[in-house]
């Protein structure tokens, strides 16, 4: 839901007082030509103008009976209805107004207002379709105002832009609909009205103010995006970090931040803050598919493939043709079965985002650890020799980027099951131990063991 510009929603409250106000000028104007009913209608005015409702109240039933087609003795009656907050009894009295006197615009405008708060919003919407005479700009300008109250913001914006060309300097209109867009996060819309609106009048002071905040923004958010391009993920974040600052009000704004800093953390390798990010946009916008995508993305990273699998999938359900998402979900399939066999970054005890300087220091260290000339006990020695393989295939696997390339998209290199149309590193080791120990550790194999443990 987009937020109501807070001036429109007080305004909309007050509209009853405001007809009030407007409807003195149908002074006069009356069915019946009964003094009694004019009197009355005359000491219920005064009445109400005091705010003693109940009295003025009883003067309107008065005038209602004394003349049943006396259109203004309905309409100041569900005028006190309002004020004493009856929305129920103001109703039926509208529709008498209405049904009496069809063009009078401010019934029909009170009653569509009326029908949107009981959430009946067809019966409103039809109302307020019927107020507007196409060539009048105000009557337009009312109607955007009830579009915005039913949340019709595209209903909304066709208005104000026909209000912003009925009339000439319609300063208002353009303001109305910069901050329209803006509601909705679309900066730079917001920006091109609120030009429009200083173009007609440089020193407007809404349309300044509102222009500085929404340049501020807008400066903001390109740098931000530019960032991204520049792949600067972490710049990008504290970027969009102020752009929360700049527009804290807006849902839309933090939304929109919050989907671009998942894709930067998630980019970044960030795992748990990028979890953590896109979970908070998905909670707001569960279809969201570039949080779907980036979140999977991260869970890939952090070996949560299960839950990966199920973002790609709901991703897919919202976006069926997206390449990403399908190569995304195969992949995370693949990597799925390849952790239920062998996971080289297990086996070496580092993480997937692990340099090759890590791989190196942590392949030593097990190296020398599980070097079988290490144990004396047969069955111990049977299990150091496979861990030893395992240890040296890890190494070999992970410090060959052509090789962990393929490992990280789910294929293992040294199986030949796996391998998508075969592989020549995959028979190395395939006899064992005494097998293993035939190559030259020192030599220029694919084994380079060259212990320095110092």
Not at 12 to 31: A, H, M, Q, S
Not at 200 to 207: F, I, S, V
Request: one cysteine or more; glycine letters at 6%; a neutral charge.
């Amino acid at each position: 839901m987009v937020a109501i510009n807070p001036v429109a929603h007080k305004l909309l409250n007050y509209v009853p007082f405001l007809l009030v106000l407007i409807d003195l000028r149908y002074e006069g104007v009356n069915g019946g030509k009964d003094g009694g009913v004019e009197n009355h209608l005359e000491m219920g005015k005064k009445l109400l103008a005091a705010g003693q409702l109940a009295d003025a109240l009883s003067h309107f039933h008065a005038a209602v009976d004394g003349d049943t087609k006396n259109y203004m003795a309905y309409y100041r009656r569900a005028t006190v209805y309002l004020a004493m907050g009856k929305s129920k009894s103001a109703l039926p009295d509208l529709s008498k107004v209405i049904e009496l006197k069809p063009d009078f615009t401010s019934a029909r405008l009170q009653r569509g207002n009326l029908l949107l708060k009981h959430g009946k919003l067809d019966e409103a919407e039809s109302d307020f379709k019927k107020v507007t005479c196409v060539w009048d700009a105000d009557s337009r300008e009312m109607r955007a105002e009830c579009f915005i109250q039913l949340g019709e913001m595209g209903k909304a914006i066709s208005d104000l832009k026909a209000a912003s060309k009925l009339k000439s300097d319609n300063t208002q209109a353009f303001y109305k609909l910069s901050t329209i867009y803006y509601n909705l996060g679309d900066h730079e819309m917001s920006l091109n009205e609120v030009r429009e609106c200083l173009k007609l009048d440089p020193d407007h002071k809404q349309c300044f103010s509102h222009y500085k905040q929404v340049k501020k923004l807008n400066k903001q958010i390109q740098a931000a995006e530019e960032l991204i391009q520049q792949q600067m993920y972490s710049d990008a974040v504290s970027k969009y970090e102020s752009v929360m600052k700049t527009e804290p009000n807006v849902p839309q704004f933090i939304l929109n931040a919050k989907e671009r800093m998942c894709h930067c953390l998630s980019k970044d390798q960030q795992t748990a803050k990028a979890i953590s990010v896109c979970s908070e946009v998905l909670k707001a916008d569960p279809q969201n598919v570039n949080a779907l995508k980036d979140r999977a993305e991260a869970y890939l990273q952090d070996d949560q493939y299960e839950e990966a699998i199920k973002d790609f999938e709901s991703a897919q359900e919202h976006s069926e043709n997206d390449r990403q998402i399908k190569e995304g979900l195969e992949r995370a399939q693949r990597l799925l079965k390849q952790s239920q066999k062998r996971d080289y970054y297990k086996i070496l005890g580092v993480k997937r985002t692990a340099q090759k300087k890590e791989i190196l220091k942590a392949y030593r260290k097990l190296a020398q650890q599980w070097h079988p000339d290490n144990f004396q006990d047969a069955e111990e020695k049977k299990k150091a020799e496979k861990k030893f393989i395992d240890i040296a295939q890890a190494k070999e696997v992970l410090t060959d980027p052509e090789m962990r390339s393929k490992f990280d998209q789910g294929e293992d290199p040294m199986d030949p099951e796996s391998q998508q149309g075969g592989g020549h590193h995959h028979h190395h080791f395939h006899g064992g131990w005494d097998n293993f120990q035939g190559f030259n550790p020192f030599g220029s194999g694919p084994f380079n063991f060259k212990f320095n443990f110092n």
